[in-house]
DNA sequence: TATCATTGTTACCGATCAGTAACATCCTAA
DNA sequence: TTAGGATGTTACTGATCGGTAACAATGATA
């Protein structure tokens, strides 16, 4: 009642596993990207990241210094996998760009089109933290610049009179792609049309 | 110390109005508007919102049995101001759609500069509320669903051959529109550029 | 074998959240 | 004048949040 200090002997089960540092990184960090892209950033707890990767808070609070700073390395993470699915696009038809550019957003429309697609972990951000100064939100200006800059080499090689013009039209799309998959689920009459109205674009932008 | 059910007389300075419920549902919604939209919604509280609205807690629980009701209640005034803001730029080209479509998007394009615009309050709640079952979705749903809908009456009305796929199209770029006003600030090149592809594409797509 | 940094575990902190009970005060209508 | 419903105010609940202290167990190294 009044032993506030007691300290309980538990029983000790020491069911507990050692495993090194970098690998509850891993983990944690892979629980992270589930929940945080699933439920959000702010509904997600720490703690409900911790349970999900079967380790300890502070486990995850002697890699990350703050939800913050994982909130960092998860927006990272989900960088690296966007460019690697970019570049797996264009390496199906190399040095067409014109065709590299219709397949990813073939690629885009497949993705949005399985169920529990959330659209981009990046435009989520934006949304869940309003203020632009927050270091969270640099790195999605920085990378939706990238990937308008990314559209710009494209819709040059393919030699687009108006590369500039061309590319902010593509990504204003995926952009749009995004929003409109979370609105109509996996399926939507928008979605379906996405390559086709990219083919005629690009069509009237460059003829081949 | 111990008496835990002291009831503190208070100097009761009864510098309390009285204001009729109608009048505390008003401002309680415009405070809930601004600081949503500003903030977030999960990251508002019903606290900050009673403080916004210079009302009390329980006043707003009188109005709205919870938090989600306010909510749907917000979502239901901004798709009003929404629609009243769209009539607004048909108004300005009566019986010219093509005209109508384009003064949208100059509109659209205006309102994305305003410092402080954080793009669709309605995308937002689909970020922020990752379960498509709940209410306030379905009004997201239903509210991006008759977008569609409008600018397909626009799109017949200019004779495009194909209005389903323009339609569409142009809704792409409005919600592009929104995520990257977010993502760039006011000040950003994509925006600027979205009149002038609107019109490319209306050019292109039904020539007049 | 002894050392000691690393890892596992529990219990806790203060803050904040949505929501409510209980009571004080006011205004209107009869 | 009075009764009673509407409104104002305070204080509270139980849950959850991000984050930490303190200590126990472990295992590689010397």
């Known amino acids: 009642m009044t032993n506030l200090n007691a300290k309980k002997p538990k029983p000790a089960?020491?069911?507990r596993k050692?495993?090194?540092?970098?690998?509850?990184?891993?983990?944690?960090?892979?629980?992270a990207g589930e929940l945080f892209y699933k439920e959000g950033i702010r509904a997600v707890s720490v703690d409900s990241v911790v349970e999900q990767a079967g380790?300890?808070?502070m486990t995850l609070y002697r890699q990350f210094s703050s939800k913050d700073e994982l909130i960092l390395a998860y927006l990272d993470?989900?960088?690296k996998q966007f460019w690697e699915e970019w570049e797996a696009s264009l390496a199906k038809h190399p040095h067409q760009p014109r065709r590299q550019i219709i397949q990813l957003f073939t690629d885009l429309a497949d993705k949005s089109s399985v169920i529990g697609y959330r659209g981009c972990c990046?435009?989520?951000?934006?949304?869940?933290?309003?203020?632009?100064?927050?270091?969270?939100?640099?790195?999605?200006?920085?990378?939706?610049?990238?990937v308008i800059q990314k559209l710009v080499e494209l819709t040059k090689a393919m030699n687009a009179p108006d590369p500039e013009i061309l590319a902010h039209s593509l990504a204003l799309w995926?952009?749009?792609a995004y929003a409109a998959s979370q609105t109509f689920g996996?399926?939507?009459?928008?979605i379906r049309m996405l390559p086709v109205i990219v083919e005629k674009l690009l069509d009237e932008a460059a003829p081949h």
């Open 13 to 15: 089960f020491s069911k």
């Open 18 to 31: 050692r495993v090194p540092s970098a690998q509850a990184q891993e983990y944690i960090l892979q629980a």
């Open 55 to 57: 380790m300890n808070k």
């Open 174 to 176: 995926i952009e749009g």
């Open 122 to 146: 990046f435009s989520h951000i934006a949304t869940e933290f309003p203020d632009p100064e927050h270091p969270a939100r640099q790195l999605v200006f920085a990378h939706k610049k990238a």
């Open 186 to 190: 996996a399926d939507s009459d928008t």
């Open 77 to 79: 993470r989900q960088s």
